[in-house]
């Protein structure tokens, strides 16, 4: 099959709005990118579209004060004989945010959308409609699928850089015009304020634009919602989201730094030591800020399975809600683990229910890679691998449940994506490398960090046989996007033969790894 071509089939979009020219920007909830207030509803944070289906997808807005959320669609960008949505009615409950349900789509199609924003005691008075344009799935194999994935965004006060032309990533990855954006999680820092300059090792100076809400800690919902509101200050993420949907997970910087439920804190710089009341409020802004269907339900979970058509289905995991206490682990017996039960049967379940060609598991923390959790002084362990090159442990025995459970129930096409480390590498996890062998050989792609300080490349742990077949990271701890080693990654799925390749790339696009793999075969 012929390369897709780059770009050419999204419109260059109207109503994106520049980016604020300054470095400090006030709490309030009416301020906006370069948005007056006026007589009018703005939409000046742009829009977003998320868990797009053949048939269905979810749009996202913010307002700048009470209003009426309104989509239209079109076949076309001139929205002749628009098909219109009312939304609902944005207001303090959800700091003005609100997403709307599009539905009855045509399948494999470009949707050009705009959205008004009305103001409720007179919906004649609409405010500059902001548009955006995304893809239905597409129910013909023929069709391919392609999408990227990273993580980590504005982390170790790294934050929105002017002079550097903001995150950049995001123009390289729009470039590649793919189907869906996979956030593997640590879509904010609530942990880690942003201060306005950084000294750098060579004497330069970073400049972030800061806000109020990011010059400590999140603890209150405010806090927390001003930190999904600092990213959308960049215009090339505003712009990103209007063009390509996202499927969105969390990990641990949503709420602190590697933090597990029922944790009660001992940082100094928190007044509320309860991590489940902050995951809580951060729950809370989180599903305010992107348009993610399962947290609209009763459950309100972000665990769930994404259906791209024949070729792909998209397993996305949640591996903070449900885990046991960091710890060392090296317990014998661990029910929990790093799923929970509950999450462990549901992938199951799914897996051996999907016919899809490939199964992407999207974890927003790696297998065999060691992250060690010390911020009490403990040894503990922040993800699933202790370093014990041994027979599982810990929750490394939930993970060899799985990965039996694949095996035997002949699971072909699976493949683990994640981000989490700060930096991109390769593993290749085979039985006969490994001391626990009950499973198939498998890949599993890192890629990251968006917008924030990378890091040296994790120890690995031998119990399922991983071998690092390409790394990039920095040598030494917390370098700035200044001095590059931000990464993103892309999956190309062949239409024609259903070769899935998967391309590592940096910061501007450049590819420095590429893995092709069979579908069917197991091993690769």
């Not at 046989?465 to 931000?486: H, L």
Request: glycine share 10%; aromatic share 8%.
């Amino acid at each position: 099959m012929s390369p897709r071509p780059l770009p050419g089939r999204r419109s260059v979009l109207r109503g994106s709005l520049a980016a604020s020219a300054a470095l400090t920007l006030p709490v309030g909830l009416g301020a906006a990118p370069a948005l007056a207030l006026s007589g009018r509803p703005g939409a000046g944070w742009g829009v977003q579209t998320g868990d797009v289906t053949a048939d269905s997808g979810l749009v996202w807005v913010r307002s700048d004060r009470p209003a009426r959320m309104i989509v239209e669609t079109s076949a076309t960008e001139s929205f002749r004989n628009p098909r219109r949505w009312r939304g609902p009615l944005l207001g303090a409950g959800t700091d003005f945010t609100g997403t709307t349900r599009l539905h009855g789509l045509p399948s494999g199609q470009e949707i050009h959308y705009r959205v008004l924003l009305a103001d409720p005691e007179d919906p004649r008075r609409t405010g500059e409609p902001v548009t955006g344009t995304f893809r239905t799935v597409s129910q013909r194999r023929r069709d391919g699928v392609r999408f990227v994935w990273s993580g980590d965004l504005a982390g170790q006060g790294w934050g929105i850089n002017p002079e550097l032309g903001g995150y950049r990533i995001y123009d390289a990855m729009a470039a590649l015009d793919p189907d869906f954006f996979l956030c593997s999680g640590d879509n904010i820092y609530a942990d880690g304020p942003i201060g306005e300059t950084v000294a750098l090792p060579d004497g330069r100076t970073w400049r972030n634009i800061t806000t109020e809400e990011k010059a400590k800690v999140a603890e209150t919902l405010a806090e927390f919602r001003g930190n999904f509101r600092y990213n959308l200050l960049d215009e090339n993420l505003r712009a990103f989201n209007a063009r390509v949907p996202s499927i969105i997970q969390w990990d641990d910087h949503e709420v602190t730094n590697n933090w597990y439920p029922g944790e009660i804190l001992t940082d100094a710089r928190y007044t509320e030591k309860s991590v489940d009341v902050l995951a809580a409020r951060a729950r809370q802004a989180f599903s305010e800020y992107f348009p993610i269907s399962t947290l609209r339900r009763p459950d309100g979970r972000v665990h769930r399975v994404q259906h791209h058509g024949p070729l792909l289905d998209v397993f996305v995991l949640d591996m903070r809600t449900y885990r046991n206490a960091n710890s060392p682990d090296d317990q014998s017996a661990d029910a929990q683990g790093i799923l929970g039960e509950e999450q462990l049967e549901w992938l199951k379940r799914e897996l051996s229910r999907s016919r899809a060609v490939w199964k992407v598991i999207a974890s927003d923390m790696p297998l065999g890679l060691v992250v060690p959790d010390t911020g009490d002084g403990k040894p503990n362990i922040e993800a699933v691998a202790q370093g014990d090159p041994g027979a599982p442990l810990g929750r490394e025995l939930q993970i060899a449940e799985l990965l039996r459970f694949v095996k035997h129930r002949r699971i072909t096409g699976t493949v683990w994506l994640t981000a989490d480390v700060h930096y991109t590498s390769a593993q290749h996890y085979d039985p006969s490398r490994a001391a626990f062998k009950d499973f198939a050989p498998f890949w599993e792609f890192v890629s990251g960090p968006l917008n924030a300080g990378a890091f040296p490349a994790n120890t690995l742990d031998g119990t399922f046989g991983p071998d690092r077949v390409f790394v990039k990271a920095p040598t030494t701890a917390n370098v700035s996007p200044a001095d590059g080693y931000q990464f993103f990654g892309e999956v190309d799925i062949d239409g024609d033969s259903g070769e899935l390749t998967v391309r590592l790339r940096e910061q501007d696009g450049t590819v420095l790894f590429t893995k092709a793999l069979q579908p069917g075969r197991v091993g690769q």
